[in-house]
Nanobody, 124 residues
């Protein structure tokens, strides 16, 4: 079992930056591949980025590639999402998710553990 708590969301103008953090507690953090997903009102939850257990492999959706960076610090039990050049269409509730022992995934249903989410609002 692992508990995930996100932070770092807020209101930012278009073109600005935010860094989201997700702190994990419970089982060994390095046993989990991690992902970030987002959900806007009236829309399905969508994949944003994922990172392998060691941090050696990262994956991004086409909509954020080149603007967002996922990273992790296993010593701090934390995964990050650095978001730059934010656009109004990035407005959503952002969730971190953990997947025990298995590889990274782009599919929300394949993640076992979820945080409560943090809201990101980008104004134009």
């Amino acid at each position: 079992q692992v508990q995930l708590v996100e932070s770092g969301g807020g209101l930012v103008q278009a073109g600005g930056s935010l860094r989201l953090s997700c702190v994990a507690s419970g089982r060994t953090f390095s046993s989990y591949s991690m992902g970030w997903f987002r959900q806007a009102p009236g829309k399905e939850r969508e994949f944003v980025a994922a990172i392998s257990r060691s941090g050696g492999s990262t994956y991004y959706s086409d909509s954020v590639k080149g603007r967002f960076t996922i990273s992790r610090d296993n010593a701090k039990n934390t995964v990050y999402l650095q978001m730059s050049n934010l656009k109004p269409e990035d407005t959503a509730n952002y969730y971190c998710a953990g997947r025990y022992w298995t590889g990274t995934s782009f599919t929300a249903s394949e993640y076992n553990y979820w945080g409560q989410g943090t809201q990101v609002t980008v104004s134009s």
